[in-house]
T-cell receptor
Framework: NAGVTQTPKFRVLKTGQSMTLLCAQD?????MYWYRQDPGMGLRLIHY???????AKGEVPDGYNVSRLKKQNFLLGLESAAPSQTSVYFC????????????FGSGTRLTVV | GNSVTQMEGPVTLSEEAFLTINCTYT??????LFWYVQYPGEGLQLLLK?????DKGSNKGFEATYRKETTSFHLEKGSVQVSDSAVYFC??????????????FGKGTLLTVNP
């Protein structure tokens, strides 16, 4: 009954370092998403995927890359972290169609110093 | 494009008070509407939804009615509890076109309920 699992939960990076955030879902959902949440900004879509092997840019894709090599996993990469990428990152997944809503992970709090 | 506007918080209420959080939207076609709740330190959870005009979504004592004529989806609860303290997000997905799987969120409303 895991749903959407994100790892790690917390991370501190130095400017210029790289890292990968992992997202795994066990619900056989086709669609997966990465959002960032910042105070006063709500949630903003970074990248999304409509199926294995496909990815697309969202609202704020710069500085991030993603991969969906397996249906159940969606990876978010930061190649050269910047302080502006300090945020809470949420992964979500959904069935096809617009009536089901999303299932969210519990988030990764990333601080870039 | 699509957009969601919800009342700015924070909203502070006493236990057993009546709650309304306003939400209005802009969208072409026929969106589906959602309310999500985020408890401290957690991810977002789907609270309720409505997929067509005049539908009422309800869950855990919360209700919202899809009003197409006023493009609104206001969240209400008759008697709030301390445990309802959280951030509430209104959101929509478009019901047509190739991008109907992407949620558009409002900025969230922080609710604090005092005993």
């Amino acid at each position: 009954n895991a749903g959407v699992t994100q790892t790690p939960k917390f991370r501190v990076l130095k400017t210029g370092q790289s890292m990968t955030l992992l997202c795994a879902q066990d619900m056989n959902h086709e669609y997966m998403y990465w959002y960032r949440q910042d105070p006063g900004m709500g949630l903003r879509l970074i990248h999304y995927s409509v199926g294995e092997g496909t990815t697309a840019k969202g609202e704020v894709p710069d500085g991030y890359n993603v991969s969906r090599l397996k249906k159940q996993n969606f990876l978010l990469g930061l190649e050269s972290a910047a302080p502006s990428q300090t945020s809470v990152y949420f992964c979500a997944s959904s069935k096809t169609g617009n009536n089901y809503g999303y299932t969210f992970g519990s988030g990764t709090r990333l601080t870039v110093v | 494009g699509n957009s969601v506007t919800q009342m700015e918080g924070p909203v502070t209420l006493s236990e057993e008070a009546f709650l309304t959080i306003n939400c209005t939207y802009t969208a072409t076609g026929y969106p589906s509407l959602f309310w999500y709740v985020q408890y401290p330190g957690e991810g977002l959870q789907l609270l309720l939804k409505a997929t067509k005009a005049d539908d009422k979504g309800s869950n855990k004592g919360f209700e919202a009615t899809y009003r197409k004529e006023t493009t609104s989806f206001h969240l209400e609860k008759g008697s709030v509890q301390v445990s309802d303290s959280a951030v509430y997000f209104c959101a929509l997905t478009q019901n047509s076109g190739g991008s109907n799987y992407k949620l558009t969120f409002g900025k969230g409303t922080l609710l604090t309920v005092n005993p």
